[in-house]
């Protein structure tokens, strides 16, 4: 930035100095923020059509295997499981691709917590698997997958990240 050096420089030239330097910083900023909306945005969009892929894939999935494993027994309470648990997935996918699309933070918030709470019921389910399996005497010969429960827990924080940016944005960008 531009210092004023009265030995040097008249008043105007210091200050035309300044404001090109600030016009200069402003057009940067603005270029920031545009490209952190836009990389914001694509990852909604990515969550969300991911969800609505994954979805059928997880139906047929579970309706061939019967999701017969010790894996699946906390998800199998879900009522109407395992379709209405990928009608979940799906129909978070889709309120958070549309609310995304409207620019209506509160709707892909919506779809956004329906997400949070899937990856947090696959993270319970596989979680619950891991600790019946220590407490059943930890048999390597039938260990279930003991990574899947905190990695389905970080695809819940991250959709609650976006679920709380998307809140904060409220009566910026809605209709």
Same mark, same amino acid.
């Given at each position: 930035? =531009?210092?004023? #050096?009265?030995?040097? /420089?008249?008043?105007? @030239?210091?200050?035309? @100095?300044?404001? +090109? *330097?600030? #016009?200069?910083?402003?057009?940067? /900023?603005?270029? !920031?923020?545009?490209?952190? /909306? $836009?990389?914001?945005? @694509?990852?909604?969009?990515? $969550?969300?059509?991911?969800?609505?892929?994954?979805?059928?894939?997880?139906?047929? &999935? @579970?309706? *061939? =295997?019967?999701? +017969?494993?010790?894996?699946?027994?906390?998800?199998?309470?879900?009522?109407?499981?395992? =379709?209405?648990?990928?009608? %979940?997935?799906?129909?978070?996918?889709?309120?958070?691709?549309?609310? +995304?699309?409207?620019? $209506?933070?509160?709707w892909a918030a919506v779809g956004l917590g329906l997400l949070a709470g899937w990856y947090l019921s696959f993270a319970a389910?596989?979680? &619950?698997?891991?600790?019946? %399996? %220590?407490?059943?005497?930890?048999?390597?010969? !039938?260990?279930?997958?003991? &990574?899947?429960?905190?990695?389905?827990?970080?695809?819940?924080?991250?959709?609650?990240?976006?679920?709380? +940016?998307?809140?904060?944005?409220?009566?910026?960008? /809605?209709?």
């Amino acid at each position: 930035m =531009t210092t004023f #050096d009265r030995r040097r /420089e008249d008043p105007t @030239s210091a200050l035309a @100095s300044l404001l +090109t *330097a600030l #016009d200069t910083s402003l057009k940067h /900023e603005k270029a !920031t923020a545009k490209r952190s /909306e $836009h990389n914001r945005l @694509s990852m909604l969009y990515l $969550h969300g059509g991911a969800a609505i892929v994954i979805a059928p894939l997880f139906l047929t &999935y @579970s309706l *061939a =295997t019967g999701l +017969t494993s010790a894996s699946w027994n906390l998800l199998r309470s879900i009522p109407g499981a395992p =379709t209405s648990v990928a009608a %979940w997935l799906f129909v978070g996918g889709v309120v958070a691709m549309l609310g +995304t699309a409207a620019r $209506h933070p509160t709707w892909a918030a919506v779809g956004l917590g329906l997400l949070a709470g899937w990856y947090l019921s696959f993270a319970a389910t596989f979680s &619950y698997a891991a600790f019946d %399996w %220590w407490r059943d005497g930890a048999n390597t010969s !039938t260990m279930p997958a003991l &990574y899947a429960g905190p990695v389905y827990c970080h695809f819940a924080l991250i959709m609650v990240v976006h679920l709380i +940016t998307a809140l904060r944005m409220r009566g910026h960008h /809605e209709p």
